[in-house]
């Protein structure tokens, strides 16, 4: 339970000490760290780290060299916690743990995305028979989420809980919700027997999940925002951002590319999501979820702006954006976005 401030509290001491000793190379042009979670929904960057896109695009903003460090961590918090500490340069989690760290760092250090990374539905399941929709969940049930009241899909939930239910019961889910990793999550929904009888999924495990004819749909993010929107989002500061233009650039510009290699060969983005990610799925599977209509693989934003109008009503935000161009850096505007 006290993973993740464990690891904030160790990583801003390691990151206050190699401030000491090396104060000049604090946030040196050259160098990014970026942090991803588990599934498909990841495949923009492990296209930019498998093609070496980052080092590829540097070049033409006039670094010789980049060192460019992956890290994988579960759950939104941690990964929060990881940026504010100083311990990893850009994040990725869902729209709403963004808007919660863009919120919260408003008028110091400034949080804001960098990209989006593919519209995804995520699907909430369930493996009791009886259970057909929210309604129908109830103190027998546990939700496995990723990060139990915060993540991208609790804070979903929150919002259809409050068309439901009202406003004042937004968050009735959050005390039969627990914090699991998808792939234990996936895992303990097909076996069953556990206290997990549901799961707010995503791709690939959603897909494995729905296999087991024991499992079957509730509702899905699409479902609650009214149609194709962004899952996952990347961020960083306003220090990294400002102090790193090129290498920042480089990045960007790697995302872009990445998105056009997985729409000119999806099949070929098929092969590196399992060769990246040593995956034990068959090819045609992810492939399939690849191909899928619902799932779009693009940096622009989508439907982000509903959660910050619905999150900022429910008082889980304190700052009302405008527009999506508010939380995010002007990179992206190059882009079509919402």
Same mark, same amino acid.
């Given at each position: 339970?006290?993973?993740?401030?464990?690891?904030? #509290?160790?990583?801003?001491?390691?990151? &206050?000490?190699? %401030?000491?000793?090396?104060?000049?190379?604090?946030?040196?042009?050259?160098?990014?760290?970026?942090?991803?979670?588990?599934?498909?929904?990841?495949?923009?960057?492990? !296209? $930019?780290?498998?093609?070496?896109?980052?080092?590829?695009?540097?070049?033409?903003?006039?670094?010789?060299? =980049?060192? !460019? @460090?992956? #890290?994988?961590?579960?759950?939104?918090?941690?990964?929060?916690?990881?940026?504010?500490?100083?311990?990893?340069?850009?994040?990725?989690?869902?729209?709403?743990?963004?808007?919660? !760290?863009?919120?919260?760092?408003?008028?110091?250090?400034?949080?804001?995305?960098?990209?989006?990374?593919?519209?995804?539905?995520?699907? &909430? &399941?369930?493996?009791?028979? @009886? =259970?057909?929709?929210?309604?129908?969940?109830?103190?027998?049930? #546990?939700? %496995?989420?990723?990060?139990?009241?915060?993540?991208? *899909?609790?804070?979903?939930?929150?919002?259809?809980?409050?068309?439901?239910?009202?406003? /004042?019961?937004? *968050?009735?889910?959050?005390?039969?919700?627990?914090?699991?990793?998808?792939? /234990? +999550?996936?895992?303990?929904?097909?076996?069953?027997?556990?206290?997990?009888? %549901?799961?707010?999924?995503?791709?690939?495990?959603?897909?494995?999940?729905?296999?087991?004819?024991? $499992?079957?749909?509730?509702?899905?993010?699409? /479902?609650?925002?009214?149609?194709?929107?962004?899952?996952?989002?990347?961020?960083?500061?306003?220090?990294?951002?400002? @102090?790193?233009?090129?290498?920042?650039?480089?990045?960007? /510009?790697?995302? =872009?590319?990445?998105?056009?290699?997985?729409?000119?060969?999806? +099949?070929? +983005? %098929?092969?590196?999501?399992?060769?990246?990610?040593?995956?034990?799925?068959?090819?045609?599977?992810?492939?399939?979820?690849? @191909?899928?209509?619902?799932?779009?693989?693009?940096?622009?934003? *989508?439907?982000?702006?509903?959660?910050?109008?619905?999150?900022?009503?429910?008082?889980?935000?304190?700052?009302?954006? +405008?527009?999506?161009?508010?939380?995010?850096?002007?990179?992206?505007?190059?882009?079509?976005?919402?």
């Amino acid at each position: 339970m006290t993973h993740p401030f464990t690891f904030g #509290r160790l990583a801003a001491a390691l990151g &206050l000490l190699g %401030a000491l000793a090396t104060p000049l190379a604090a946030q040196a042009e050259g160098k990014i760290s970026i942090a991803q979670q588990f599934g498909i929904g990841y495949l923009v960057l492990q !296209v $930019v780290k498998d093609q070496q896109l980052i080092e590829k695009h540097a070049k033409a903003q006039g670094l010789d060299k =980049v060192e !460019v @460090e992956w #890290r994988t961590i579960s759950g939104a918090t941690a990964m929060n916690e990881a940026l504010l500490a100083g311990a990893i340069d850009v994040v990725s989690a869902g729209v709403p743990p963004m808007l919660t !760290v863009w919120d919260r760092t408003h008028g110091r250090q400034n949080v804001k995305a960098v990209a989006a990374l593919g519209s995804l539905p995520n699907y &909430l &399941l369930s493996n009791r028979e @009886e =259970v057909k929709t929210l309604d129908d969940l109830s103190e027998k049930d #546990r939700i %496995a989420v990723p990060a139990a009241g915060v993540g991208f *899909q609790s804070r979903t939930l929150q919002i259809e809980t409050a068309k439901l239910y009202g406003k /004042d019961d937004f *968050q009735r889910f959050d005390k039969i919700s627990v914090s699991l990793p998808h792939p /234990d +999550a996936t895992a303990a929904l097909i076996k069953g027997g556990s206290e997990i009888t %549901a799961h707010f999924s995503s791709p690939p495990f959603q897909y494995q999940a729905l296999e087991n004819p024991k $499992v079957h749909k509730l509702i899905s993010s699409y /479902d609650i925002l009214g149609g194709q929107a962004t899952f996952n989002v990347l961020y960083a500061t306003e220090k990294f951002h400002e @102090e790193n233009p090129k290498t920042y650039k480089a990045f960007y /510009d790697a995302l =872009v590319e990445a998105e056009q290699i997985i729409k000119a060969d999806k +099949a070929a +983005a %098929a092969e590196t999501y399992i060769r990246v990610e040593n995956s034990k799925l068959p090819l045609d599977f992810v492939k399939k979820i690849i @191909e899928d209509p619902e799932n779009d693989f693009t940096v622009s934003p *989508q439907r982000t702006l509903i959660y910050a109008e619905q999150l900022h009503e429910l008082g889980v935000l304190k700052n009302r954006a +405008a527009s999506w161009k508010d939380y995010f850096f002007e990179e992206a505007y190059a882009h079509p976005g919402s």
